[in-house]
């Protein structure tokens, strides 16, 4: 199939600067940063660059969208869109390539693991919080006794110098991360569904990532319980960025937090039912066990109020935002600018995703 894009509708803000870039690479370009796009304007667009639930509301006909060939996202998520009405036929689904925004993450995600992994072995959340609640400076007392446990087996500042990284999933978001731990002196070992070595698929910014698949020492299977207990076993700190599928759904047991080696920490940045959370709880509160989680993604999700991970002195939480930065929808622009790109050279477009596995 020969992809040729002339009209694009775009239903998110840009800058000017990069909606001039945008739409120097368009015949037209219709702007409707509110999302409201007049219905004539339906049928005539080539590609859409929108927001993560899609097409706007009123398109449920194939009909209504004739020439539209791809749907460029600026989510890595797209089950919004290939659960909607429009997306409910395999006309629909043969016509209309849906693509994310997988990669431009890279610019925000890994610094929030690497951040916050430091956050905990420098216990910053405690300090923090005694110096924001009493407004006086902590004694280094204090905040060992406020730490807990972590603070009874770890009293000083904890180094990343010599740590195994485990990452459970070796995408865009865990390959950045592997670089950057890397500048740490960090041991980086990796688990996929095959534990094989593979190159970097679909869009990279420049720069970032690990496109060869090389910085990970050796690779681990999760479709094998002998090769991922041992994966599990060999980590100081497990970063988990893995999408929610029926293969990782509860994946990682409390038996597998228990199994981390003493003074383990645990990252979530993926989706929040790869883990329950009364299984990371125990897992904190267990001799031996869990020294700290970083979760911005939960189980359920949003965390209920009063739910104790807010509180727990081992525990950094936040309400899904590592995937944010400034300017986002410029990002996810140039993952439509490459998509053009490869059209003007018979290419396909990038980052398509599967409607059978979604994500």
């Known amino acids: 199939m020969t992809f040729q894009y002339e009209n694009l509708v775009i239903t998110v803000p840009l800058t000017p600067s990069k909606l001039d870039q945008v739409k120097s690479s368009f015949h037209n370009v219709s702007y409707h940063p509110d999302g409201d796009v007049p219905e004539e304007e339906w049928a005539t667009a080539d590609i859409w660059y929108t927001g993560w639930l899609g097409l706007p509301k009123g398109i449920t006909k194939l009909e209504q969208v004739p020439r539209t060939k791809t749907v460029q996202l600026s989510s890595a998520g797209a089950n919004e869109l290939l659960r909607s009405e429009i997306m409910s036929t395999s006309e629909a689904k043969n016509q209309i ?3 994310s925004a997988s990669g431009i993450h890279t610019l925000s ?4 693991i690497v951040c916050n992994i430091v956050n905990l072995y420098m216990k910053l959340q405690i300090q923090l919080q005694l110096a924001r609640t009493n407004a006086e400076w902590p004694s280094r007392e204090s905040v060992i006794k406020a730490a807990g446990a972590g603070g009874e087996s770890h009293p000083g500042n904890r180094c990343l110098y010599g740590k195994t990284v485990g990452l459970l999933g070796y995408g865009h978001i865990a390959r950045e991360t592997a670089r950057l731990l890397k ?15 593979r190159p970097e698929e679909g869009y990279r910014i420049p720069g970032t990532g690990d496109a060869d698949g090389s910085i990970p020492e050796r690779y681990y299977s999760t479709s094998d319980p002998s090769s991922f207990n041992e994966f599990l076993l060999k980590c100081d700190i497990v970063v988990a960025s893995l999408p929610s599928t029926p293969q990782t759904t509860y994946m990682v047991t409390e038996d597998h937090l228990r199994s981390l080696p003493d003074g383990a920490v ?8 790869l883990v329950r959370s009364e299984h990371i709880l125990s897992a904190l509160d267990a001799p031996g066990g869990l020294w700290g989680v970083v979760l911005d993604v939960t189980d359920p999700e949003p965390l209920p109020s009063g739910h104790p991970l807010f509180t727990h002195p081992s525990a950094i939480v936040t309400p899904h935002t590592s995937g944010s930065f400034e300017n986002y929808f410029d990002g996810g622009a140039d993952v439509l600018l490459f998509q053009v790109e490869r059209a003007q050279k018979g290419l396909g477009p ?8 979604g994500y």
């Open 97 to 99: 390539k849906v693509c």
């Open 266 to 273: 645990f990252v979530n940045v993926g989706r929040g039912d």
């Open 109 to 112: 995600i890994p610094q929030y």
């Open 183 to 197: 500048a740490f002196n960090c041991k980086i070992i990796a688990a996929n569904s095959k534990g094989d070595k």
């Open 350 to 357: 990038i980052n398509v995703v599967d409607p059978a596995k």
